[in-house]
Antibody, heavy 121, light 113 residues
């Protein structure tokens, strides 16, 4: 079935780095733009990043620009989010979500279960 | 960037009664090229990822009960639950998805009175 599975979260000290992964299955991963969305404990949804289906275009939310980098391996059907210079305010559940086909905007039909990142000394 | 504002922040409705959630965007989400509103609604229950309910503002996702409806155009949108059921207790989010930064509203918590 169509599925996204995140991994790579954990407890990390401020200023350190992590790489989150999102493994896709059940659909043609290379056709879709992919997003990261996060949710701090008890808070709402915050869009973090997007990467086009071919990796040619990326965009980031203002709070993470310059610190987070998303990438993808279409052969491995995996999305990545490199998170650097972590701050306490980055503590959140990080979800990957499927966007539209190629460069066509679309709602996020498929979501992973999320991976928790806790930034704490 | 487009700002999405939902109201109310929370509401409590009796079982079987109507629940209405509003969403206002800071600029129109209607794309004149295809005459579609790039507005989605999601439902999120505790401990779960969001679930897509509506896209194009009013197109119901497969499997979403008919008691849910989405309406509106341009900058003002509404999610309505015509007869609230216990399983509808959740937080509901609107989202604009055509922009380079797909923005969510702050969420509306729907509870049973």
């Amino acid at each position: 079935q169509v599925q996204l599975v995140e991994s790579g979260g954990g407890v990390v000290q401020p200023g350190r780095s992590l790489r989150l992964s999102c493994a896709a299955s059940g659909f043609t991963f290379s056709n879709y733009e992919m997003h990261w969305v996060r949710q701090a404990p008890g808070k709402g949804l915050e869009w973090v990043a997007v990467i086009w289906h071919d990796g040619s275009i990326k965009n980031y939310g203002d709070p993470v620009k310059g610190r987070f980098t998303d990438s993808r391996d279409n052969y491995k059907k995996t999305l990545y989010l490199q998170v650097n210079s972590l701050r306490s305010e980055d503590t959140a559940v990080y979800y990957c979500a499927r966007g539209g086909v190629a460069a066509t905007p679309d709602a996020f039909e498929i979501w992973g279960q999320g991976t928790m990142v806790t930034v704490s000394s | 960037d487009i700002v999405m504002t939902q109201s109310p922040e929370s509401l409590a409705v009796s079982l079987g009664e109507r629940a209405t959630v509003n969403c206002k965007s800071s600029q129109s989400v209607l794309n004149s090229a295809d005459n579609k509103n790039y507005l989605a609604w999601y439902q999120q229950k505790p401990g779960q990822p969001p679930k897509l309910l509506f896209y194009w503002a009013s197109t119901r996702q497969y499997g979403v009960p008919a008691r849910f409806s989405g309406s509106g155009s341009g900058t003002d949108f509404t999610l309505t639950i015509s007869s609230l059921q216990a399983e509808d207790v959740a937080v509901y989010y609107c989202q604009v998805y055509y922009s380079s930064s797909p923005t969510f509203g702050q969420g509306t918590k729907v509870e049973i009175k």
